[in-house]
């Protein structure tokens, strides 16, 4: 069974930065991409960033382009989530999901979910 733990949420002010980290166990976390997600309140869960196995494949959403770096360590089995020039809007609870299928990319699907971190932006 997989295992995925995001940590390093917290509040912060509108053009601030944070770092989300996800640790990962339970499969070879290196053969599988990895992704974010976050879900504000009222609002359908939605895809943040992604990573290919190796790290030189990326994907952004549009609205993160150019101020969050996803990244990851398969050394230490973690993903990351780097967020500058933080918005309101970016509030939420972020998400770290790992893919179905190993090696696939883009992703189709996401298997398995962390719990969830709280990511609060104050104007």
């Known amino acids: 069974q997989v295992q995925l733990v995001e940590s390093g949420g917290g509040s912060v002010q509108a053009g601030g930065s944070l770092s989300l980290s996800c640790a990962a166990s339970?499969?070879?976390?290196?053969?599988?991409?990895m992704g974010w997600f976050r879900q504000a309140p009222g609002n359908e869960r939605e895809f943040v960033a992604a990573?290919?196995?190796?790290?030189?494949?990326?994907k952004y959403a549009d609205s993160v382009k150019g101020r969050f770096t996803i990244s990851r360590d398969n050394a230490k089995n973690t993903v990351r989530l780097l967020m500058n020039s933080l918005k309101p809007e970016d509030t939420g609870v972020y998400y770290c999901?790992?893919?179905?299928?190993?090696?696939?990319?883009?992703?189709?699907?996401?298997?398995?979910w962390g719990q969830g971190t709280q990511v609060t932006v104050s104007s």
């Open positions: 990573i290919s196995t190796g790290g030189a494949l990326t």
């Open positions: 339970g499969r070879t976390f290196s053969s599988y991409p």
């Open positions: 999901a790992a893919a179905l299928r190993p090696y696939e990319w883009p992703v189709a699907e996401y298997q398995y």
